[in-house]
């Protein structure tokens, strides 16, 4: 059999001298990377149920780079695979000097542009964006966020569905039809998400990092307390979230860390010392991670240069889902560990901060309300019997954001204002919060009310989805919640709960957008311009242009 790369090469953590390349590999054995001008790095290959995949660390490279480079296999030269049109991978490294652009974006369904997944998920701004750059010369420092919903776990299309029938008739394992359950199921759907030559392009050639989001693992993931003991009664769930944990450190968080905090990371050693496969190993470190959320640190951090901090959030995983007080924090979007450790990192000192959370901080000002009030009912504000049809409510409608978690948006909102008013260090210019997960894109200046007009802008930038529209027969709820009177009676129904004011205060400037979109921020010194890509019409080989431009 001839040796290949399954997926990757993935450009993934890069500093000023190291860039970070991931592989998934048709065989054990050594991989190489080599650049132009002869910088090589090396990695053995570490294998998880059956799966064979490398790390390379890349070191010595100039600052600033932008180096074309191969990949090899033993001896096998594996990428560039032949007859490709694409300009050449390349490895990039941070010139701290340098202006820099954040391109983000979350909710990815592969459709690989057919006319049928056009009209239903609309077009793809990955396959886009790719053949944007393939076009343009990118001068600075680019970094691409992926902010959840890599994946669709619980929402599949035909081919996998296909996949499943054939490999459960084989091997006699069970679950939902139309949902993985399985490590090597999940690997079928990196793989599906990640081969089209587009796509995977692009993710070899622009630094990327990723943070996982609720279908990464199943829709509503962690909603509440309720939510886990009624996924706990299904016999596949055990076996679906630690899959779904173990093939996210593979396939996503390890590319996020750094040589350092890839070494000190205690499953990384236990892996590469695995014998044989390291299958075992990762099962119970993502089964602890699951029962145990304080247990492991999903969220990180980044300087990416033109003096920018990036904070990229679990919202997810390590959420407390306690049912009592909202305000005691029992209850928190991020748990204690979370909390703590963007207490840390949430500081003045870089010119620009930027926040990631999956799940927008702000919403439209009802959706908020509604939200505060349904926590609030949900932990016994109106007495007992309303608890159980508020939960209802909550799930059903997905009320599961910032909003649902007082403690933690307070906690926050505290932390942005102390931040934004120079008690942290010097005050940045600007402090950004991305998000997607709603399938809609929008802008929200933000202010606290003790920040007067000299502390630093806060913003909210919404872009998402990547390919997967919402359907018109949502859209007109959405545009309802943001209208001025809905946003009265939300704010009705939470002084009915007594829940207190927020110390934040927002308007959605921007018309809300429903199509297709990634987000792109540029940095140029305290200048800071927010656009949104989308592809107006044509087929798969339509070019993105920018719908809506900020000058924040």
């Known amino acids: 059999m001839t040796a290949s790369l399954p997926l990757g090469p993935v450009l993934r953590h890069v500093g000023p001298t190291t860039a970070t390349v991931w592989v998934q590999a048709s065989e054990p054995g050594r991989v190489r990377v080599v650049a132009d001008g002869g910088v090589t790095g090396v990695a053995e290959t570490f294998t998880v149920h059956g799966h ?57 369904t592969p459709t690989g542009d057919t006319p049928e997944g056009v009209v ?33 776990a619980d929402e599949i299309q035909e081919s996998m569905r296909a996949f499943l029938r054939v490999r459960r008739a084989r091997t006699g394992e069970d679950g939902p039809e139309d949902e993985v359950v399985h490590y090597s199921e999940y690997a079928e759907l990196y793989r599906q998400a990640w081969s089209d030559p587009q796509v995977r392009w692009l993710l070899s050639t622009v630094p990327t990092l990723m943070v996982f989001d609720d279908h990464d693992i199943r829709d509503d993931w962690n909603t509440s307390a309720a939510w886990r003991r ?41 892996v590469r010392a695995a014998r044989i496969d390291a299958g075992a190993e990762v099962d119970a470190f993502a089964l602890r991670a699951h029962e145990e959320p304080g247990s492991y640190r999903w969220s990180h951090r980044h300087d990416v240069g033109g003096g920018i901090r990036v904070l990229m959030l679990d919202t997810r995983c390590g959420r407390a889902l306690g049912e009592g007080d909202p305000s005691d924090g029992s209850r928190s979007i991020l748990g204690r560990e979370g909390h703590a450790w963007l207490d840390e990192h949430l500081t003045g000192g870089p010119e620009h901060v930027v926040v990631v959370s999956t799940v927008p901080v702000v919403l439209p000002p009802a959706v908020h309300h509604l939200e505060a009030w349904n926590e609030a009912v949900c932990a016994g504000a109106w007495g007992g019997w309303p608890r159980r049809p508020a939960e209802r409510l909550r799930q059903a409608l997905d009320l599961e954001h910032w909003g649902a978690f007082r403690y933690s948006f307070e906690r926050l909102a505290d932390t942005l204002g102390r931040v934004a008013r120079g008690e942290r260090g010097p005050a940045p210019t600007t402090i950004l919060m991305l998000s997607g997960d709603v399938h809609f894109s929008y802008t929200a200046p933000v202010r606290h009310r003790d920040v007067g007009e000299d502390g630093s802008r806060i913003v909210q930038l919404v872009s998402s989805p ?46 809300l957008y429903f199509g297709n979109t990634i987000g792109e921020v540029s940095f ?27 000058d924040l």
Do not use: K
């Open 52 to 108: 064979h995949y490398a790390v390379c660390e890349i070191t010595g490279l100039p600052s600033g780079a932008a180096l074309p480079y191969e990949v090899f296999l033993n001896e096998d030269r594996v990428w560039p695979e032949p007859g490709s049109t694409l300009p050449p991978s390349t490895l990039r490294t941070i010139d701290p000097d340098a202006p820099t652009r954040l391109l983000y974006g979350s909710c990815h």
């Open 524 to 550: 140029a010194g305290r200048d800071v311009r927010a656009r949104w890509y989308h592809v107006a019409e044509g087929g798969p080989d339509a070019l993105p242009v920018v719908r809506t431009r900020v």
């Open 230 to 270: 009624s996924m706990d009664g299904h016999p596949w769930w055990r076996a679906r979230v630690t899959s779904g944990l173990g093939a996210y450190w593979v396939y996503q968080h390890l590319g996020n860390l750094s040589p350092d905090e890839r070494a000190a990371d205690p499953l990384w050693a236990l």
């Open 120 to 152: 239903r998920y609309g077009p793809d701004m990955l396959r886009a964006t790719a053949r944007r750059l393939a076009r343009e010369p990118v001068e600075g420092n680019l970094t691409l966020l992926l902010i959840g919903d890599q994946v669709y």
């Open 466 to 511: 990547l390919c997967n529209r919402l359907p018109e027969n949502f859209r007109g709820v959405v545009r309802l919640s943001a209208s001025a009177p809905v946003h009265l009676v939300g704010r009705f129904m939470t002084w009915l709960a007594r829940v207190p004011r927020p110390s934040l205060r927002w308007r959605l400037s921007s018309d």
